[in-house]
Nanobody
């Protein structure tokens, strides 16, 4: 059974940084892609970033490009989201998810971690 566990959320002032982690277990993830999503209060869930497990190819939403970086440690089966220059509008519950392929249907989701950015 695939499990994804996020950690690293918290409260930070605008301009600060946080690093989220997503520890994955339950299978080998070769050929899979890990995605980061967020849901702000009263808003739809939105895509943030994604990375392929094998080659480390990344994509970012325009709203976070240049501020957020996703990376992976295959040996630890862990994916990271480094968030810099945080803004109050980045406040949301952040989720990691995974699925097979370059443009996956995300079959597995973590429980989410709260990120709050104060102004």
């Amino acid at each position: 059974q695939v499990q994804l566990v996020e950690s690293g959320g918290g409260l930070v002032q605008a301009g600060g940084s946080l690093r989220l982690s997503c520890a994955a277990s339950g299978r080998t993830f070769s050929g899979y892609t890990m995605g980061w999503f967020r849901r702000a209060p009263g808003k739809e869930r939105e895509f943030v970033a994604r990375i392929t497990w094998t080659a480390g190819i990344t994509w970012y939403a325009d709203s976070v490009k240049g501020r957020f970086t996703t990376s992976r440690d295959n040996a630890k089966n862990t994916v990271y989201l480094q968030m810099n220059s945080l803004k109050p509008e980045d406040t949301a519950v952040y989720y990691c998810a995974t699925g097979l392929g370059l443009y996956p249907k995300y079959d597995y989701w973590g429980q989410g971690t709260q990120v709050t950015v104060s102004s």
